[in-house]
């Protein structure tokens, strides 16, 4: 399951960045090559190969522009002499779209599929397991583990990254100047230094220094994976809820007490939509937020674009920015597709550095597949827009299993950090009803 955004626009000067919804160091390799569940590609096809021949290829509504997706296709079609098909697939019952043809003869070659979701399709033997040709595909990138990880199951890969959104913090530079602050901080020392101020000189009951929903577990999770904590661990083909470790334990408390100081109590139980976290900002209710873009806010009040800035949020490790989910979308070679090697050239064109720089960041302004093409392309960027990018560089995946997608869908691990910022539940006793419920999920056969 993917939750959306909007897609980055560029709003005067400012881009603004989207995040959907689907290791803190990049990693080069998804896995050791092996025989998975789905069908072992043939070797990227060549030049001239595909001459005569046409690649049908799905892409998600209002993802990539068509200036973008036109230099994806004119790689491909440069490198192999086959041309695309493209076909634009809308949201509503698309997991059962792609179910119903992953199944059929004759599928589409190549499918955008969210990055969370691959694991429902490679459980099927829906995909192609791409793993032996990594190493052509990488070409020596090393792609975000926020995208490449949930594509990697049981050591094998399924997909291949496109793009990605993420959380960075964003504040209002004229509340936090009021307070003393003219720069951004980059330690969490100095960012609870800097809300103490800020609350201090903000005093009204509904006024947030840091605003942060309780059921927003895409911040939340942050802490924990920023003090060694994670979700769930794989070992012996069995997976198990890790809530109730130290490190996540350690995690959990540091994220409640956060939120308790810097955010009202009226945020303990609800996420970011009602009431609009956005429009709260807009309003300067909050001086602060964790967001995936600022449009949402510039939409309620446009006269904010010069007041806005942006920051990684600091680990509390000097020196790092802590963890994020990415969401995002990987591109997948249906196994039944007749033309392999093409599609896998597919899938080559659009991770290519170049595309990647000048079609995914330069046109769509996404997070691009690998941390080599942020580290090419920041320098290009207006300052607002730098956080998401440094933010992006240290990302970590959800469980690459198909029952993730419970997970997701029942709202349990939303309830999960509601029940510890209200104080329903202990973050010990919380956890031990997630770790439970992770349990059975992520190990229940695949639908």
């Known amino acids: 399951m993917r939750i959306r955004t909007s897609a980055a626009l560029a709003v005067g000067s400012v881009l603004v960045l989207g995040a959907t919804a689907c290791s803190s160091a990049a990693s080069k390799s998804s896995g050791p090559a092996g025989s998975g569940?789905?069908?072992?590609?043939?070797?990227v096809a060549g030049a001239g190969s595909g001459a005569g021949k046409t690649l049908t290829v799905w892409y998600m509504d209002g993802d990539l522009s068509d200036a973008a997706t036109k230099a994806i296709n004119d790689k491909f079609t440069a490198a192999t002499g086959a041309q695309v098909k493209v076909a634009i697939q809308q949201w509503d019952g698309i997991n059962t779209k792609i179910a119903t043809a992953l199944a059929q003869d004759?599928?589409?070659?190549?499918?955008?599929?969210?990055?969370?979701?691959?694991?429902?399709?490679?459980?099927?033997?829906?995909?192609?397991?791409?793993?032996?040709?990594l190493p052509q595909l990488q070409a020596d990138q090393h792609w975000l583990p926020g995208l490449?990880?949930?594509?990697?199951?049981?050591?094998?890969?399924?997909?291949?990254?496109?793009f990605a959104g993420n959380r960075a913090v964003i504040y209002n530079k004229k509340i936090w100047a009021a307070a003393g602050i003219t720069a951004a901080p980059t330690t969490f020392a100095q960012l609870t230094a800097d809300l103490d101020a800020i609350?201090?000189?903000?005093?009204?009951?509904?006024?947030?220094?840091f605003y942060f929903p309780g059921r927003y577990w895409y911040g939340a999770m942050q802490f924990v994976w920023d003090a060694g904590g994670q979700l769930a661990s794989q070992a012996g083909g069995k997976w198990t809820g890790q809530l109730e470790s130290p490190q996540a334990q350690q995690g959990l408390q540091a994220w409640k007490t956060f939120i308790g100081k810097y955010s009202a109590?009226?945020?303990?139980?609800?996420d970011t939509t009602a009431p609009d976290f956005n429009t709260l900002f807009a309003q300067g209710k909050t001086a602060t937020i964790l967001n995936s873009n600022v449009n949402k806010i510039l939409k309620v009040d446009p006269s904010l674009t010069d007041q806005i800035g942006t920051f990684p949020f600091p680990s509390a490790t000097d020196g790092k920015t802590q963890p994020v989910f990415l969401g995002g979308s990987d591109l997948a070679v249906a196994a039944k597709s007749k033309n392999q090697a093409l599609a896998l050239a597919y899938l080559k064109a659009a991770t290519d550095p170049a595309v990647q720089a000048s079609a995914i960041v330069g046109i769509d302004h996404w997070i691009p597949a690998s941390t080599e093409v942020i580290d090419q392309t920041i320098s290009s960027l207006p300052d607002v827009s730098k956080a998401f990018f440094t933010a992006a560089k240290t990302s970590v995946a959800t469980p690459a299993v198909a029952g993730w997608a419970t997970i997701e869908s029942d709202k349990s691990i939303n309830d999960f950090f509601a029940d510890i910022a209200t104080g329903r539940k202990s973050p010990a006793d919380a956890a031990k009803t997630l770790?439970?419920?992770?349990?059975?999920?992520?190990?229940?056969p695949a639908q």
């Open 37 to 43: 569940s789905g069908t072992q590609p043939a070797a």
């Open 106 to 133: 004759n599928p589409p070659d190549v499918i955008e599929i969210g990055n969370t979701d691959v694991p429902l399709f490679a459980a099927s033997s829906g995909l192609t397991d791409i793993t032996s040709a």
């Open 148 to 162: 490449a990880g949930p594509a990697t199951v049981d050591g094998h890969n399924y997909g291949a990254p496109l």
């Open 199 to 209: 609350k201090a000189k903000n005093t009204a009951p509904d006024f947030s220094a």
């Open 265 to 270: 109590g009226a945020s303990q139980d609800v």
């Open 435 to 444: 770790d439970a419920h992770l349990n059975q999920a992520l190990n229940a």
